[in-house]
């Protein structure tokens, strides 16, 4: 069987713990006998963020601006223990949040759907794809206790030196104070990676706030999108078949959980926090749900949703074996894949990332499966496989699907 031959490469970022191993299996068994890889390989791994004062990270958030298309395994976002396990230099920050400030994207959660899998939400048929704006609000508030009487004073200095009084607020007793900000160009960026989202999967958008309420606030999010979207999308949405809209936060909860799902759910960066758990619990299981980053310049950062899976990492390093489900990961190389085939038109690529997830979900379907799955599965007979086991089984489906 011949290679498939790349064009451009793919940025390819491998992490660290139980992930760093799966990410070796999944290259070695269902990658590279079937393609003739092109990567620009970058080792987001502690050790090596902490030897180059994480310039890597830098370097590698650059690098997919270049090539626009990246796949990043799961890395240590160190605490104070990592600070020693590791005898880190510094407690340096998180490279998905590096990443994301230098791409300016909008986080992209979608669930792997397999059909013996029955969603807690009996109607949901298709997957819900959570659009997570990731600047500003809650979280980067300033916050304030309140101890004694007294009056709230804001006051925005513009730098021409002119000043802006804003109606504060009466203190009778005790209370607190919080202080939300968000800018314009951030909330431009996350309705245009939205948008390209869209229409790049041929689904339909929603978004909601709570403009009701929050009239100045979260109405001024609406109305970046309702702008950019009567400028820049209606056409593009018209003669893809999808549709945009928009609703109160509340009525799309309503909507979303009597749905058959099947649409892009666009959401404030708190909310898309909250409803990311909601969903991705609902359809089953964060081993099950990938993600990916879009910037507004149509570059893909694509990754697994869940983390390094240190608990079983310490259980491989003691020599035992495990059991820990790769199909995110998998999911992250056949995104990047796929994508690279669209952007360099090699037919070869998309065709190989449907069959390498095909073959995922059939083995999960016959009841092939890593044990984190195996309360959630609804089949007769289940066979519970280590690690390695499970990636040569996909493998072995594969190599028959590929003759
Ligand atoms: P985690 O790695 O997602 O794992 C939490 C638990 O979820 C695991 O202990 C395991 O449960 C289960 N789990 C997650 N993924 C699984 C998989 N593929 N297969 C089977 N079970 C899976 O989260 P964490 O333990 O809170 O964080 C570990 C490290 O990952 C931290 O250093 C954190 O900074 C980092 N992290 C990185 C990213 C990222 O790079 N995107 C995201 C989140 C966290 P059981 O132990 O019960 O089997
Ligand atoms: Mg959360």
Known sequence: MNKIIMINPIVEMNGDEMTRIIWSLIKENLILPFIDLKTEYYDLGLNHRNDTNDEVTVECANA???????VKCATITPNAQRMTEYNLKSMWKSPNGTIREILDGTVFREPIIVKNIIPTVSCWKKPIIIARH????????????????????????QENGEKQKIQGFDFDSEGIIQ???????????????????????????????????????????KDIF?????NEYIDKFKQAGIEYFYTLI????????????????????????????MVSSAFGSLAMMTSVLVSPNNQYEYEAAHGTVTRHYYKYLKGEK???NPIATIFAWTGALRKRGEMDNIKELENFSDMLEE???????????????????????I???????????????LKEKMI
């Open 179 to 221: 202080i939300l900000h968000n800018k314009d160009t951030s909330i431009t960026s996350f309705a245009r990676s939205c948008f390209n989202f869209a229409l790049d999967r041929k689904m339909d958008l929603w978004f909601s706030t709570k403009d009701t309420i929050s009239k100045k606030y979260d109405h001024h999010f």
């Open 250 to 277: 509340d009525d799309a909860v309503a909507r979303a959980v009597r749905s058959e799902g099947g649409f892009i759910w666009a959401l404030k960066n708190y909310d898309g926090d909250v409803m990311s758990d």
């Open 322 to 324: 495990t059991s820990t």
């Open 383 to 397: 066979t519970v496989m280590d690690t390695e086991s499970f990636i040569m089984n996909i493998r072995n489906r």
């Open 64 to 70: 997919i601006k270049k090539y626009k298309i990246g």
């Open 359 to 381: 073959s995922c979900i059939d083995a999960i379907q016959e009841g092939y499966i890593t044990k984190d799955l195996q309360n959630l599965i609804k089949s007769d007979k």
């Open 226 to 230: 309702y702008h950019i979207y009567s």
């Open 134 to 157: 990731a600047y500003g609000d809650v979280y980067s508030a300033r916050e304030f206790r309140v101890k004694y009487p007294g009056y709230l004073n804001v006051e925005y200095l």
